[in-house]
């Protein structure tokens, strides 16, 4: 049994920012590596950010990294996306998920090595 929940987001105007938050039940994540995705309308799902079980290791997107920023707090099972600097083009549907797969150093960056997953929260970014 588990279940992730993404909140925090929301419409916010073009060079803003919002943090997504995802807060785990049912079980403790420590021992998943976790990773946001997104996907917009017509479009695949997108890795985003990723961070490793227990020793902090962090991959992102070569398109958002340095305006965003994943974290976690084991010891409120919850996980982290900061956003920055947000673009329209960053409209879409963020989801967290959980990864067992892989060492403890690992950073999954493909969906299909996610068994957990949010029900995703919307961010909308207007010009």
Same mark, same amino acid.
């Given at each position: 049994?588990g279940?992730?929940?993404e909140?925090?987001g ?6 803003g920012?919002?943090?997504?938050? @995802? ?10 590596a976790m990773?946001?995705?997104?996907q917009?309308?017509g #479009? ?8 490793? %079980?227990?020793?902090?290791?962090i ?12 974290? %976690?707090?084991?010891? #409120?099972?919850t ?7 947000l673009?329209?083009e960053?409209?879409?549907v963020?989801? @967290?998920?959980a990864s067992?797969v ?5 950073v999954?960056?493909?969906s ?6 949010g ?5 909308t970014?207007s010009?």
């Amino acid at each position: 049994q588990g279940q992730l929940v993404e909140s925090g987001g929301g419409l916010v105007q073009a060079g803003g920012s919002l943090r997504l938050s @995802c807060a785990a039940s049912g079980r403790t994540f420590s021992g998943y590596a976790m990773g946001w995705f997104r996907q917009a309308p017509g #479009k695949e799902r997108e890795f985003v950010a990723a961070i490793s %079980r227990s020793l902090g290791y962090i991959y992102y997107a070569d398109s958002l990294k340095g305006r965003f920023t994943i974290s %976690r707090d084991n010891a #409120k099972n919850t996980v982290y996306l900061q956003m920055n600097s947000l673009k329209p083009e960053d409209t879409a549907v963020y989801y @967290c998920a959980a990864s067992s797969v892989g060492s403890i150093w690992d950073v999954p960056r493909s969906s299909g090595e996610y068994v957990y997953w949010g029900q995703g929260t919307q961010v909308t970014v207007s010009s």
